[in-house]
């Protein structure tokens, strides 16, 4: 068994896209639409689909926004250097919502960035994971 990817429902699929491909370097995999089901699908991540795990985007057409719930965390990326990371979604219009610092209680250095429909996404920096 493996990881294939998570689902995210987004309100808005070409902004959340361009977040994803535009802000934090993604690429878009691949894309469908259902009409028969009202909605659209989009793949996007760092490799194929064949070599690691990959985030699905939900457009359920005719819903412009959900409500995230208590119950979801975060996606967490690894970063060569989450200081720099941070600035690069800030120039490219993206928000940041923790920068980068160590982490409470720990070493390991972590930042905080939100997308376009509220998803938390975490960068944690390489060289400082204390696994």
Known sequence: ??????????????RSIDFYTKVLGMR????????????TLAFVGY???KDGAV???THNW??????????YGHI????DDAYAACERVRERGGKVTREAGPMK????????VEDPDGYKIEFIQANTRAD
Do not use: C, N
């Open 105 to 112: 209680h720990g070493s390991t250095v972590i930042a905080f």
């Open 1 to 14: 068994m493996r990881l294939l990817h998570t689902m995210l429902r987004v309100g808005d699929m070409q």
């Open 76 to 79: 967490a990326l690894e970063v």
């Open 28 to 39: 878009l995999l691949r894309s469908k639409d259902y009409p028969d089901g009202k909605f």
């Open 62 to 71: 005719g819903v412009e926004s959900y409500e995230l719930g208590t119950g």
């Open 47 to 49: 490799q194929d689909e």
């Open 55 to 57: 985030i699905e985007l």
